[in-house]
């Protein structure tokens, strides 16, 4: 809103109409003060004292069209309707704005564009004079919806994480019949002035020779008295003519009052009828103080000055009053003038009070705004908890009236800066983050593909792992979009849920085989145990081999049975097999001991390199069985080779050992039968 001076607050019209010598004031102000300047009233009459009374209308003001209200406080008002930003204001501050605003311009509130367009239609169909306030509040109205509605459709879509640079306003089709509508208006008003200052122009030549007409009355001096009604007559002529152009208004306005004053100078009116227009004057002007001072108990203040201003300018076009009533019934007049004026005066410096601390809240919302720091937002959530603060503020500042007119404009775009600051940096993230989604999307219809793929596979051990690996991946895959989440994940999982029921249903056959064959080498363990290898009859070896082709035909069983029955297993056939190695070895040591002849210690050195050759043996076997028991856990199955195998060389040492001993035994014996000899 413009800032209003307190000049043109205090504005007063002076009652100069009591002083017929010279042209009246236009509008007289104060300066810095609630009271009207006070004028003294005129001590005399103009040719009152030699005169003779009758009823006085010379106080003619000159014809020239002046404001009704502070011209520049009502250019504020309007202005402030018209330019300030609609988006600033809730619904009932803007509001609030226009009523106070519609006295002024004579007009409603509107709240569409329709009611603005019938309005400017019914307008231009009446027969009323069309002002440019009418053409400008009619404008002014209309571009405010137009730009509460784009400022509406903005917010939502900065809300909805629109791009600033990307967003197009919205059209109005409304605009074009609206311009169409103000253009006829436009133009009929155009020739209404036209007509106006036709009028006005032939104003001027009626005003002009009804002067004429006086001075040709005061110039045949002789029947002066017999043409006072013809004067009076002139004076009703000129009261009822329209104003003349503003430029010929006040030489035109002097012309008649030097006119009027000779009238009177020449005319010797009696006291009778001086008193009479003495009396009725002070009739008018104390009616008219009257209204003024209702003026003050008026609740719209603004209306209330526009009113004064009327009454001050009836007040000046009213004849004198009798001297001794004069200053009295002026000083009433302008005491209600001073009230109303001040309250005038009160209402726009508590408007410009109350501007100077909307500005203020602004200023501090958009300081709040301008501090917000995004780069710690990582996620949906965060940015969806700043966005709600920013809305907080943005709701905060809509119920905030307007800031002073020259600085409405600029705080607004600072707001409008810092949100849309915002909402870019939110667009920025989330277009990153769904150009993130929608690669997380591409990888895993990938996985969906593969997965698939091996779905009918009944290579059960390396597509499990390898669905496994897929399903692995899939976790490490961020998310995707939400509305393909469901699908994708269903889609993923029917694949992977194909294979396993598929193993599942094969799996559940070969479990029944597999608890069979444990029921099968349970049988072959207990024909083991029941070998006793000192009554076998028939070749132990071959019996062993035998249940061993058995053992070996028959399939895979549960895994949780696999180690334990083949401990079982082992066990038996280590069993049987260290005896028959023992019985084995036994016998040929004997047949050794029969087989020995000549010189045995040829034999004895090879036995003994025999001897030291399986020790190494030995010895190398158990340092391997040293590290595999270290470092291996699935290694049994080696294990226990290797192990039986150094069983089976130490059971070889052992026959060397004996073989060596015979042979010892041998030569001992073979010396001791020289010796006896």
Same mark, same amino acid.
């Not at 100078?265 to 003495?278: S, V």
């Not at 000192?534 to 049975?561: A, K, N, Y």
């Not at 595999?628 to 080779?641: A, H, P, Q, V």
């Given at each position: ?12 019209i002076?009652?100069? @109409?009591?002083? $017929?010598? +010279? !042209?009246?004031? #236009?509008? &007289? =102000? %104060?300066?810095? /003060?609630?009271?009207?300047? *006070?004028?003294?009233?005129?001590d005399?009459?103009?040719?009152a004292?030699a ?15 002046? @404001?009704?209200? $502070?011209? +520049? !406080?009502?250019a #504020?008002? &309007? =202005? %402030?309707t018209? /330019?300030?930003?609609?988006? *600033? ?8 704005a226009?009523?106070e ?19 400017a ?8 004079e ?20 784009n400022?509406?459709d903005?917010?939502?879509y900065?809300?909805?994480?629109g791009d600033p ?28 002035q ?16 009804i ?12 029947d ?16 009822e ?15 008649y009052q ?19 227009d003495?009396k ?8 008219l ?5 209702k ?13 004064l ?36 005066q ?8 109350q ?10 919302i ?10 710690g ?5 965060e ?65 969906c ?6 779905k ?5 051990k ?5 669905i ?30 194909a ?12 479990l ?43 399939g ?6 696999k ?10 056939i ?25 010189d ?23 340092n ?6 270290l470092?291996?856990?699935?290694g049994n ?18 026959e ?10 041998a ?6 039968k020289?010796?006896?000899?």
């Amino acid at each position: 809103m413009a800032e209003i001076k307190d000049a043109e607050l205090n504005a007063q019209i002076e009652p100069s @109409a009591e002083t $017929p010598t +010279e !042209a009246p004031a #236009a509008l &007289e =102000t %104060t300066s810095n /003060e609630t009271s009207t300047q *006070e004028v003294s009233a005129p001590d005399v009459e103009v040719a009152a004292e030699a005169a003779v009374p009758e009823e006085n209308n010379m106080a003619e003001t000159p014809e020239v069209e002046t @404001a009704d209200a $502070p011209a +520049e !406080a009502e250019a #504020a008002v &309007e =202005t %402030t309707t018209a /330019e300030a930003p609609e988006a *600033e204001a809730t619904e009932g501050t803007e509001e609030k704005a226009l009523e106070e605003a519609a006295p002024e311009v004579g007009m409603p509130y509107f709240k569409t564009f329709a009611e603005v367009i019938d309005h400017a239609k019914a307008i231009v169909e009446s027969d009323a004079e069309i002002s440019s306030k009418d053409e400008a509040a009619l404008k002014s109205q209309f571009y405010r919806l137009h730009r509460a509605a784009n400022e509406a459709d903005y917010q939502k879509y900065m809300e909805a994480g629109g791009d600033p640079e990307s967003y197009q306003p919205l059209a109005c089709p409304e605009e074009d019949e609206f311009k169409e509508v103000m253009a006829q208006l436009h133009s009929k008003r155009q020739q209404q002035q036209a007509e106006i200052e036709k009028q006005k122009e032939e104003n001027y030549t009626k005003k002009l020779g009804i002067v004429n007409q006086i001075k040709d009355i005061v110039a045949n001096s002789d029947d002066i008295n017999r043409s006072y009604g013809d004067f009076k007559q002139l004076q009703q002529q000129w009261q009822e003519t329209g104003p003349v152009p503003q430029d010929k208004a006040t030489d035109l306005w002097k012309s008649y009052q030097v006119a009027v004053e000779s009238f009177y100078d020449t005319l010797k009116l009696n006291n009778e009828f001086r008193a009479y227009d003495f009396k009725k004057n002070l009739e008018l002007k104390t009616a008219l103080c009257e209204r003024a001072e209702k003026l003050a108990e008026m609740t719209d203040v603004i209306a209330a000055s526009r009113a004064l201003q009327d009454l001050h300018q009836q007040f000046r076009e009213i004849g004198p009053v009798d001297k001794e009533k004069r200053e009295e019934v002026w000083n009433r007049f302008k005491a209600a003038s001073t009230i109303v004026n001040r309250r005038h005066q009160e209402f726009f410096e508590q408007r410009k009070k109350q501007e100077e601390q909307n500005l203020a809240d602004k200023t501090a919302i958009c300081e709040e705004l301008e501090q917000i720091d995004t780069t710690g937002l990582k996620t949906f959530a965060e940015w969806n908890t700043m966005t709600d603060t920013i809305t907080a503020l943005q709701a905060k500042w809509k119920t905030i009236g307007f800031a002073p007119q020259k600085m409405n404009e600029k705080i607004y775009e600072r707001y409008r800066a810092a949100c849309d600051k915002f909402f870019s940096q939110k667009t920025e993230y989330f277009k990153k983050v769904k150009d993130t989604l929608n690669a997380n999307l591409d990888l895993k219809k990938a996985l969906c593909e593969q997965a698939e793929a091996l779905k009918d596979s009944t290579d059960w051990k390396a597509t499990t792992e390898a669905i496994k690996e897929l399903q692995k991946k899939w976790r490490e895959i961020g998310t995707v979009p939400k509305k393909f989440s469901d699908t994708i994940w269903k889609r993923f999982n029917a694949a992977c849920d194909a294979f396993f029921d598929a193993r599942k249903a094969a799996n559940s056959g070969q479990l029944n085989e597999m608890k069979a064959n444990l029921e099968k080498k349970r049988a072959i363990i207990e024909k083991l145990k029941a070998i006793v290898p000192e009554e076998t009859q028939e070749d132990l070896r071959d019996l062993v081999h035998s249940l061993q082709d058995e053992w070996s035909e028959i399939g895979h069983v549960p895994f949780r049975d696999k180690d334990k029955i083949y401990a079982a297993y082992r066990e038996q056939i280590d069993r049987l097999y260290k005896y028959a190695n023992t019985e084995a070895s036994r016998r040929r040591v004997n047949r050794f001991k029969n087989e020995i002849k000549g010189d045995g210690n040829r034999l004895r050195e090879r036995l003994v390199r025999e001897y030291e050759i399986l020790k190494n043996e030995i010895k190398t076997y158990e340092n391997n069985l040293g590290f595999l028991n270290l470092s291996s856990k699935s290694g049994n199955s080696l294990i226990e080779e290797l192990n039986r195998k150094v069983e089976k060389l130490k059971s070889d040492l052992q026959e060397i050992v004996q073989k060596i001993k015979v042979i010892d035994d041998a030569a001992k014996n073979e010396e001791n039968k020289e010796e006896q000899e």
